[in-house]
């Protein structure tokens, strides 16, 4: 009984700190502490995709472009801090009130309310912004690979401040920012639209205006592979966008001060896995059955294509609906890979594929498991979103080419962007201009003796 007794005593003992804790935090202060907690952490899963992103672009372009674009992945993603700071937040957020953009102006953290015992604003706005950006860069990192290996890096991140800047938060007010989709009753939970195919757009347009890749399209319709240089780094970078899109997908819940958004959470990260899944398996499938080899990359892009269809909707699926709407995914990534390729678009790492395509389809299939969701609706959102994706994005991309220039020399592509652009490379041991998946050719050649080599038939695997 005496041990019984000193037992409950402890007990009671160690309470007493969280029980008064508890009465001097009232629930109003605790849910606010709670969601500014999850907009950090969930942001900063985010922001970890930019990681996975210069993995897997890395590990699918060439040798000689690899530090290129890993250079690329880490400034833009600063542009998109400072873009997003400056114009971009109070653009796509300072009273949009159901109209086309918000205001131009540098944005700036008011907590007076909270720090005052007010917490009715339910986090703190820095978490918000930083929230919100992360996403921003997010939509940016879908444009680097697809117009991967003859972009010039300058131009590339010309590009980038407009799109961070200007296009990105005024299409995102519209739906994200109480303009003229979200009155409409416009449904894209975590940004299939709003920001995949908003970066898929943007991408489209510039791989048509800045053309293929040399040696990648030959004569009667052949296509001419150019593997990649490093497939584990590129799966490496695909388990870090899938681990981040927990953060992408979860964090966009808005809260985590409640039950019923813990709960909500709980729904959106198991939806956004077993579409993963889903994706990824079925792509599987279908190239072994098309083409009776499985390629990794498709394996890879397959799980990306079932994270991008479970963006517009992951709280409303059950995880067998979900596991089905990413499989969708993946087969239409298989399908969309050649297509692409038929029209002569040259997409180094399957981006348009995987965002746009994909991140259409997820959009429209929101008001499958979701009934207070629109077909018509949504259609009309992913409509007027790429029209003016496209029209904006062609400005930029056009006054760029016809002024500084977009493309670098058939010279410098052939020496690889590396060299020529950066001055470094990212495999210094292998020495000479690297073609296909890293073979070397001595320094000796000449461009035209390497463009001859380039423009030899290479058989199709």
């Known amino acids: 009984m ?20 508890a009465e001097d935090a009232p629930v109003s202060e605790m849910s606010y502490i709670l969601n500014t907690f999850s907009f950090l952490i969930m942001g900063v899963l985010v922001m970890w995709m930019a990681a996975g992103f210069a993995m897997l672009e890395s590990g699918l372009v060439r040798s000689k472009n690899v530090a290129t674009i890993c250079l690329k992945n880490i400034s833009m993603f600063g542009i998109a801090g400072i873009l997003f700071y400056v114009v971009g937040y109070n653009l796509m957020y300072a009273g949009v009130d159901g109209g086309f953009m918000g205001s131009f102006g540098l944005w700036s ?17 820095a978490s918000d912004w930083f ?14 690979g697809c117009v991967a290996e003859r972009i010039k ?17 005024i299409q995102g007010s519209w739906g994200w920012g109480g303009g003229w989709l979200s009155e409409m009753g416009f449904s894209d939970y975590a940004g299939s639209t709003i920001v995949h195919s908003v970066g898929g757009w943007a991408a489209l347009t510039g791989a048509i205006i800045l053309g293929a890749r040399k040696g990648k399209y030959g004569k009667n319709g052949r296509v001419n592979p150019l593997p ?61 059955l098309i083409y009776k080899k499985v390629d990794v990359t498709m394996g890879l892009n397959g799980a990306l294509a079932g994270l991008v269809s479970i963006t517009a909707g992951p709280a409303t699926p059950s995880p067998g609906a979900a596991t089905l709407i990413g499989a969708v995914g993946g087969i239409l990534v298989v399908l969309a890979v050649p297509f692409f ?21 997820g959009t429209l299939a929101v008001p499958i498991t979701d009934s207070e969701a629109s077909f018509v609706t949504q259609l009309i ?3 007027a979103t790429g029209a003016f994706v496209i029209v904006s994005s062609s400005i930029v991309w056009l006054a760029l080419k016809y002024s500084v220039g977009i493309r670098v020399s058939e010279e410098e592509e052939l020496i690889g962007c590396d060299k020529s652009e950066i001055g470094m490379e990212a495999y210094p041991d292998f020495q000479g201009v690297s073609i296909g998946g890293g073979s070397g050719i001595p320094a000796s050649y000449t461009a035209a003796s390497v463009a001859a080599k380039v423009s030899q038939p290479v058989k199709q695997v």
């Open 2 to 21: 005496k041990t019984l007794i000193s037992i409950l005593a402890t007990g009671l003992l160690l309470g007493l700190p969280a029980l008064a804790l």
């Open 109 to 125: 953290a008011d907590d007076t309310a909270a720090l005052a015992g007010d917490y009715s604003g339910g986090y703190s706005a």
């Open 131 to 144: 929230f919100q950006m992360v996403f921003c860069g997010a939509a940016c990192s879908v444009v680097s």
């Open 153 to 169: 890096l300058w131009s590339f991140l010309a590009f980038c401040v407009f799109l961070t800047g200007i296009i990105y938060p």
């Open 228 to 288: 990649g240089s490093n497939i584990p780094m590129a799966t490496l970078g695909t388990f870090v966008l899938w681990m981040g899109w927990y953060g992408f997908n979860g964090g966009s819940v808005l809260a985590l001060g409640d039950a019923a958004s813990a709960i909500e959470m709980s729904n959106v990260m198991v939806n956004t896995n077993m579409a993963a899944c889903g994706g990824m398996i079925t792509a599987m499938i279908m190239v072994q």
């Open 341 to 361: 390729d038929k029209l002569k678009i040259d997409d180094v790492v399957g981006a348009l594929s995987v965002h746009l395509v994909c991140g259409i389809w």
């Open 381 to 383: 959102g992913v409509l």
